[in-house]
């Protein structure tokens, strides 16, 4: 069995559900130490020939070491308006508009005081409409001990997993022959950034990459996930 963990993040990128897709069961790591200035409280959307931020005030100040779980939103600015208006500006004649538009539009007008929750709920949305039915698990319900890849491979056990997927990034901070000791398979995504069609793109202006996965989901619709899934299948036919 194979399992990946991620912090959740908001409206997150396509290699984020890539690797969901590529697990048979997915850990949400709600209870490692929030980070400033990553995509856990903000994410990218394309407007025009340059991309921009949306970005959820968090509520930090003074105590910067807390856990995602307890993060909250800070509203007292109006940042639920700015991004359901940043949607509606700039995608308002894609395709698949109509479609989502909608959800986003009851979650800005939804109230939400943790930031993880808010994400949570995104995430989930944006999973069923691409078919991705990976069992989710969370971090603070199976209950860690440990740190770093200790704390990984206690997960796998728990979850009774043979393999761990891991993002690219884990190359740098993993301790892999930790995994071999535990008899845990280390595997690495290779998730190769698909092109699609996206609004905007010219001669002189190109496809933008790295986009939140609501650029996907407005462009492209229901082909979504298998334009996410493209370059599995370019591999399988080589």
């Not at 921009?52 to 007292?76: S, Y």
């Amino acid at each position: 069995m194979i399992v990946s963990v991620h912090q959740p993040q908001y409206l997150p990128w396509l290699g984020y559900f890539d690797k969901i897709d590529k697990s048979d069961c997915f850990v949400f790591l709600d209870t490692v130490q929030y980070k400033v200035r990553e995509f856990q409280n903000r994410n990218k959307i394309r407007i025009d020939n340059k991309w921009i931020w949306l970005t959820v005030p968090v509520k930090i100040k003074g105590n910067a070491r807390q856990k995602i779980c307890d993060i909250e939103i800070d509203n007292t600015q109006d940042w639920a308006t700015e991004h359901r208006k940043s949607l509606q500006s700039w995608y308002s004649k894609a395709p698949f508009f109509k479609h989502h538009f909608p959800f986003f539009e009851q979650v800005f007008y939804k109230k939400w005081d943790k930031l993880s929750d808010l994400n949570i709920y995104i995430i989930r949305y944006i999973l069923a409409e691409l078919a991705v039915k990976t069992p989710l698990h969370f971090e603070s319900k199976i209950g860690t001990t440990k740190k770093s890849t200790d704390r990984i491979i206690e997960l796998c056990q728990r979850l009774n997993a043979d393999t761990y997927l891991s993002g690219v990034g884990g190359r740098s901070y993993l301790e892999e022959d930790k995994f071999k000791q535990a008899k845990i398979k280390l595997v690495y995504q290779e998730f190769k950034h698909p092109v699609y069609e996206q609004q905007f793109v010219s001669n002189e202006h190109p496809f933008m990459a790295y986009m939140s996965v609501a650029d996907l989901l407005f462009n492209a619709g229901p082909k979504s996930m298998d334009i996410i899934r493209q370059r599995d299948r370019e591999i399988s036919d080589e």
